[in-house]
Structure formats: C-alpha cells, structure tokens
C-alpha cells in the first residue's frame, strides 16, 4: 500500500526544521518547538499537520517579524533547480519540500502588516517548493503591492518565482483561500498571464492553463475573448496551453469555444453507445462500446466524451464529464471504440445505489445514451 500523502510532513520534518532553525538562530527554543510540533501530530491530516506545525513556529521564533523572517530565510537550502520540486526534502544544507508550506503560512499569518517584507521571504520560499498559498492573503488584503510584485515576478529569473504569480493568483487555487473578488472579476490577473502565457517553461504555462481554466468556470466570454486574441498563429507551446485552458468549456460543449477550436460542426452520420454489464458494484469497471458511422463524403475532426450520471443520495442524477478521444473520422467510415470505465471507491465521490445514465458527447452534442444499475 502506497504511504499516505500526510506522512510527507513528519517527526522527521519537525527535527530537520528545528535543526536548521536552531543553527540560523542558535537562540531559538528548538526542545520547545519539537514538543510543540510533536504533539498529536500523528493524528492529523496533511493539511492539518501544516497548520500544526506553524503554531509550533509562531509559539517559538521571535515576535518581530523581520528578525523572524531572515531567520526562516537564513534556514533554507539553496534553491532547487529545474521546473519539477516535487521530490525536493530538507537536507545538510538547509530546509526545503513540504517544510516551506508551515513556514509559509507563517509569513502569512505573522507578516500581514508587512507586506513588502512577507513577499521577499516568499520569493524565498517559493524556490523551495511553493508559496502558492502563502501569498494568497496578501492579494486579498494588500492588493496594490501584491499585484505590483507578482508583475515584476513575472520577469524573475526563477521559473518558480515566475509560476507563483500565476498559481498563487489563481481564483479557485486548490486547497487555498478562495480569492472571491478575482472570482468576480479577474481583470488584475490578466496582464499577468499575457506576460506568462509564452514562457519559457512548460512549468510555468501549465499554471497559466490552470489560472485560465479557473477564470472559465465564472466568465466563459472571457476565454472565448483571449482565444480570439491569442489562438490565431499562435505558436505550438501556446496551442497546447490554450488547450488544457479550455478544458471545462470544451467539456461543457460551449459552442463558441468548440468552434474556435474545429469541433463545433455536428457529427454527419450515426453514433450508438453500448454499455457492459448492465448491472454492477462499486469497486467494478465498466465497458463502454461506441460505434460510429460516417455519411459524410470527407473527413470529419471529432472530440468525444462521455458523461456518467452518478444518483445521489436523494436519488437525482448528476453528470460527471470524462474524456474520450479526439479523432479523425474518414469519408464513409464505420468506427468501434472501446473504453473502460472504473467504479472503484475514491474520496472525492460517494456512490449510491440505482440506476446510472452514461451519455455520449460528440463536438459537445449528447448523441447517444445508456444504463446501467450499480449495486454498493
């Protein structure tokens, strides 16, 4: 069995965090911090851990705050390098991976007042592992020097400190604050992904994807405005951005956005879904048989998705949508498409029993249907 994601923040981060603090301010109460940080931190969920150990930091660093921050600063490993941190940890050198996250929220919690100086040890921070979520905060409450900062982040050198502007902006980050008034109106975000969206890294555009995508949720206008902007000649790297950034919409069938992208023209010719077996359980997958019929006299560009209807406990439907395939159907021909489906358990989706509609979505048009009754 797979180690459960909490465990990435541990008593062995707790020792390496007192440790590196401890020789950045040989002053500092590390037997107090780790008793702190270790108590009930077994018990805790990821994120909790995090919080967790942040209490731990706010009862055992100095109450000034830039005395507190160069100490966090002068703590830290060098930067890491390359676009993928994931399996950056702390180390001889200093701190880094999921450490930064507790010390982050400190910043956040402990630098409200001072902003300037909280998004210097971010800009620290970050090129650790990220801030994403410690900078959020100073967005909703600073807005004028958070949104003059990430500008000038996204010339920065770092790929990391270039990303944070984009990913700590993001409306919906997940697991962050939700920044309700870019969630209302995105506007300052925007010249941010215009300097981003043709970065150099792939790190960094992929958040920029994500940001859109986040913006498409509440104004889809807007992304059929910045495809007619940014779509035409658009080079490679940017076409495959401003893919993944249409992702919801594409899904959603919006005809504007299906249509800037090829896929808004209906299916000419015959679409039949099949469903195997009728009836199962929870934990078994289901086969999914399209078979398509062209009429057509030339070749036809087709994005196809399907969308299993989950019963919920008061017995409505709702659709989740999943992606299918995006092909090219030839003059005349006839097409079977095979697929499997898992109703294995996951955590963000509760099954009930009952009778399951899988729909089929061809250039955002529902063409076909079938059922199946899940047991649990």
Not at 169 to 177: D, T, V, Y
Not at 225 to 245: F, K, M, S, T
Not at 324 to 334: D, I, N
Not at 353 to 358: C, K, L, T
Request: charged content about 20%; overall charge positive.
């Amino acid at each position: 069995m797979a180690e459960p994601f909490k465990n990435l923040i541990n008593a062995d981060t707790v020792r390496e965090a007192s440790r590196h603090l401890k020789r950045a301010w040989p002053a500092f109460d590390a037997s107090r911090f780790e008793a702190l940080a270790l108590q009930g931190l077994q018990d805790l969920e990821f994120k909790a851990r995090a919080m967790h150990l942040c209490a731990a930091l706010e009862a055992t660093l100095p109450a000034d705050f830039d005395q507190a921050a160069a100490i966090i600063e002068a703590a830290l490993a060098p930067p890491g390098e390359g676009d993928d941190l994931s399996a950056l940890r702390s180390g001889p050198q200093g701190l880094a991976g999921w450490v930064v996250w507790p010390l982050g929220e400190f910043v956040a919690r402990r630098g409200t007042d001072a902003p300037q100086r909280s998004l210097q040890a971010l800009h620290a921070l970050t090129q650790r592992h990220t801030a994403e979520w410690a900078v959020r905060p100073f967005i909703e409450r600073h807005p004028d020097i958070a949104f003059a900062t990430l500008a000038a982040w996204c010339g920065d050198a770092s790929a990391h400190v270039r990303r944070l502007a984009s990913e700590g902006s993001r409306p919906r980050l997940p697991w962050g604050l939700q920044l309700k008034g870019l969630i209302r109106d995105p506007a300052p975000t925007l010249p941010l992904l215009r300097s981003l969206q043709d970065d150099s890294s792939a790190y960094v555009r992929r958040s920029v994807a994500n940001h859109l995508n986040d913006i498409a949720k509440d104004h889809p206008q807007l992304i059929v405005q910045w495809l007619a902007e940014h779509l035409p000649d658009a080079p490679p790297a940017r076409r495959a951005l401003l893919r993944h950034a249409c992702r919801t919409l594409i899904k959603q069938g919006h005809p504007q956005v299906l249509k800037a992208w090829g896929l808004g023209v209906p299916l000419r010719g015959e679409a039949n879904l099949s469903v195997a077996p009728k009836r199962l359980a929870v934990g078994d997958s289901l086969a999914l048989t399209v078979q398509l019929r062209s009429t057509a006299a030339r070749v036809q560009t087709l994005l196809i998705d399907y969308a299993v209807h989950h019963v919920k406990a008061s017995g409505e439907l709702t659709p989740k949508v999943f992606k299918g395939w995006t092909l090219q159907l030839g003059a005349r021909e006839h097409l079977t498409l095979n697929k499997r489906h898992s109703m294995r358990a996951v955590t963000t989706r509760r099954y009930h029993p009952g009778r399951h509609e899988v729909d089929l979505r061809i250039n955002g048009q529902v063409l076909a249907r079938a059922f199946f009754q899940l047991s649990v």
